[in-house]
Nanobody
Framework: QVQLVESGGGLVQAGGSLRLSCAASGGTVSSLTTGWLRQTPGKEREFVAA????????YYADSVKGRATISRDNAKNTVNLEMNNLKPDDAAVYYCAAARAPTTVQALAVVRGLRPWNYWGQGTQVTVSS
């Protein structure tokens, strides 16, 4: 069973940067697509970014493209999300999630919401002050 533990987040000023980390353990982590989704009250959870740990392909939502970078740290077994030029609309609870989706086709299906995320972290709050 894969377990995901997030860290980072907190209060950030508009225009500032943040770094979120997701530590994955258990299961066959290298075959996962791991990513970040976010949710604000009254809205559906939305995709932010993902990385396929099988081939390192990355995927981004249009809303964060150019401002976000998702990466892996093999030494720490973490997936990190760095975002800059934060906007008030970036404020949300950010969730780390992972899917059993090692191929590009499968990863794209997950990113597009056609295939489920199988594992979830507990979420971390990001607040952006204007």
């Amino acid at each position: 069973q894969v377990q995901l533990v997030e860290s980072g987040g907190g209060l950030v000023q508009a225009g500032g940067s943040l770094r979120l980390s997701c530590a994955a353990s258990g299961g066959t982590v290298s075959s996962l697509t791991t990513g970040w989704l976010r949710q604000t009250p009254g809205k559906e959870r939305e995709f932010v970014a993902a990385i396929n740990l099988s081939d390192d392909n990355t995927y981004y939502a249009d809303s964060v493209k150019g401002r976000a970078t998702i990466s892996r740290d093999n030494a720490k077994n973490t997936v990190n999300l760095e975002m800059n030029n934060l906007k008030p609309d970036d404020a949300a609870v950010y969730y780390c999630a992972a899917a059993r989706a090692p191929t590009t086709v499968q990863a794209l299906a997950v990113v597009r919401g056609l295939r489920p995320w199988n594992y979830w972290g507990q979420g971390t709050q990001v607040t952006v002050s204007s």
